[in-house]
Structure formats: structure tokens, C-alpha cells
């Protein structure tokens, strides 16, 4: 079994008639990544049991949370989506982002190894939308 077939969010996005997968790699160390298009859409995600940075590439603008509906999404936006969070999404327009996927046993090896912290110190906050203007361009030759 590929590790991308026991990884929810990105079951979620292959389900769906809207979504479509432009990319995909396992990366090893269990890392996986995938580039996704998407339009009129609605995704909702079910305590998955890895964590998935999302960044925003192009479009987005209609994007929101159900819970959040006046944050919406645009491109260099990211969202931290940690092991066994909840969240249901609107996807008005298009949009195409880029996904990375992991493990908390990746995530505490990372803490240990990257930054010599002990896992149990550091956490994974969830996060909607944070800014990061350069990102895209940073990310554009790996999607192109």
C-alpha cells in the first residue's frame, strides 16, 4: 500500500469530482506531497491521523471555513492542519494549492533531530491563512 492511499486529507480531495490531482510524490522519511486544482467545491476533514501544510498557489479568494466565513483564502496563504483536527471548507472559484504531508511521528523526530527540543514541548498549532507573500514564488518551479 502507498502511503498516499492511507492519508485522509488527501483521500478526501481524490474523492472528489472537483478536485483534481496535478502532482503527487512520497518523498520518503514519511513525507508526501501533492498538488491540487480545485473549483466549486466543499471539503470536510475528519480527525485525520497526519498533519498537512496547505499553501495557497493561485486562486482561492472564495475559499473559506464554515466556521470562519469572513477569513477567506488567496495566494501565499497557508494553513497547519495538525493530526486530528476538524475543519469543513468552502471553495467558491478556483483554486490551486499545494499540500505536505506528514506524520506526528515525523513531526516529534523532526523536534528532536532539526531543533534538539524534546516533542513534548513543541506543538503543532492549527492555523488558517497565515501571510507569506513570497511563498508562491518560492513554491511556482516546484508546481510548474
Known amino acids: 500500500m502507498h502511503a498516499l492511499d492511507t492519508l485522509q486529507v488527501f483521500q478526501a480531495l481524490n474523492r472528489s469530482p472537483n478536485a483534481r490531482l496535478e502532482h503527487s510524490a512520497e518523498l520518503g522519511d514519511g513525507l508526501s506531497a501533492a498538488l491540487w486544482s480545485n473549483h466549486h467545491d466543499a471539503q470536510e476533514y475528519e480527525a ?13 479568494t472564495g475559499t473559506f471555513r464554515r466556521d470562519q466565513p469572513g477569513s477567506k483564502g488567496g495566494p ?3 494553513c497547519i492542519l495538525p493530526a486530528e ?15 505536505l504531508y506528514f ?5 516529534a ?6 531543533l534538539d527540543r524534546e ?6 498549532r492549527e492555523s488558517t491563512f497565515l501571510d507569506d507573500p513570497s511563498r508562491p514564488s518560492a513554491l511556482r518551479s516546484w508546481s510548474a
Do not use: M
Open 48 to 60: 485525520p491521523s497526519h498533519h498537512t501544510l496547505s499553501c495557497y498557489l493561485a486562486g482561492g
Open 76 to 78: 501565499g496563504k497557508l
Open 109 to 114: 523526530l523532526g523536534c528532536v533531530t532539526l
Open 119 to 124: 516533542p513534548r514541548e513543541l506543538q503543532l
Open 85 to 99: 483536527h476538524q475543519s469543513a471548507w468552502v471553495i467558491n472559484g478556483d483554486i490551486r494549492l499545494a499540500h
Open 103 to 107: 506524520s506526528p511521528e515525523q513531526f
